[in-house]
């Protein structure tokens, strides 16, 4: 069992389909019934259902705050590809992102109601970055502006496998380097392109904690051990 997808694939797949579609500000009138039933054939086969590029449909609304965003509602079939890349493969995204002790915003699985990927609250962040304060003498504070909106696709394999040998074997269909699975499935949702991921579906509340693992483990190789990170 892993954390991010619990212990019952199907389940996990569903819930992410039904309930980890619509960005959660939409109203209650939104709704997803059924996608999970087209796709329990591609889920048992693990093939791919996108042949060519599809662009998501976008909208501009506030999100917590008050702030304005660009929120993006993918193709059905990036949902499903991308429920069976991650059913697929969670063994090794689970070790990539347990890597990183220091993160607040590892994904966990909420198998019974509301969004079906939980990351620690802001509120519960501070909490325990105001204990390790009281441990410590200073405080690095960093921000990354537009996070979702400016992760270079490519950037993926590089984080899951390194940029040496992701670049070395660039093949989406690598049995090796299988983060290049999910690079093309995201450039195929985009029309091709390769900066940012969809904001508001919880695939990107895994996909943005399999980059931030990356990143803290190369400032852990530069500075040494760190206190908490959140994504």
């Known amino acids: 069992m892993t954390a991010f997808i619990g212990d019952d694939k199907s389940l996990f797949a569903e819930r992410m389909l039904e309930d980890g579609f619509f960005p959660e500000n939409l109203p209650p009138v939104f709704s997803i019934t059924n996608l999970h039933e087209a796709a329990i054939k591609p889920l048992k086969s693990g093939e791919y259902l996108t042949e060519k590029p599809t662009e998501g449909a976008r909208y501009n609304a506030s999100k917590r705050g008050g702030q304005r965003r660009v929120f993006t509602m993918p193709n059905p079939v990036f949902m499903i590809d991308a429920a069976i890349f991650f059913t697929k493969f969670c063994g090794e995204i689970d070790e990539h992102m347990s890597g990183s002790p220091e993160s607040s915003s590892y994904p966990r699985f909420e198998p019974v109601e509301?969004?079906?990927?939980?990351?620690?609250?802001?509120?519960?962040?501070?909490?325990?970055?105001?204990?390790?304060?009281?441990?410590?003498?200073?405080?690095?504070?960093?921000?990354?502006?537009?996070?979702?909106?400016?992760?270079?696709?490519?950037?993926?394999?590089?984080?899951?496998?390194?940029?040496?040998?992701?670049?070395?074997?660039?093949?989406?269909t690598s049995p090796s380097i299988y983060g290049n699975q999910l690079d093309w499935l995201l450039r195929q949702a985009q029309d091709g392109q390769t900066v940012g991921i969809p904001v508001g579906p919880d695939f990107s509340r895994i996909i943005s904690e399999i980059i931030g693992s990356a990143i803290d483990k190369e400032f852990r190789a530069i500075h040494g051990p760190m206190s908490r990170c959140y994504v």
Do not use: N, Q
Not at 131 to 142: E, Q
Not at 144 to 159: E, G, K, L, N
């Open 114 to 172: 509301g969004r079906p990927i939980k990351i620690s609250s802001f509120p519960e962040f501070h909490k325990r970055r105001r204990h390790d304060l009281s441990l410590s003498r200073y405080i690095v504070r960093t921000d990354i502006s537009r996070f979702y909106h400016s992760i270079y696709t490519h950037a993926i394999p590089w984080a899951l496998h390194g940029k040496a040998a992701a670049k070395k074997d660039r093949k989406p």
